[in-house]
């Protein structure tokens, strides 16, 4: 009895460690998500409206 326990145990906490990676690689995936639309995208935005270009490189020789 106590072998069936420890088993019953040890699989329960595997399931809910297993569980507790997937939720969290999902609330990692969708909060990032929400952090790169308003960061990278309202600054485009702004960026556009004033007419910013952030990569254009100018060389003078």
Do not use: D, Q
């Amino acid at each position: 009895m106590k072998i069936i326990l420890e088993n019953l145990l040890s699989g329960f906490l595997e399931g809910l460690k297993m569980f507790s990676e997937n939720i969290s690689y999902l609330v990692n995936v969708i909060l990032l998500s929400i952090v790169y639309i308003f960061a990278v995208g309202i600054t485009a935005m702004i960026a556009k409206f004033f007419g910013k270009h952030f990569l254009e490189l100018k060389v003078c020789l």
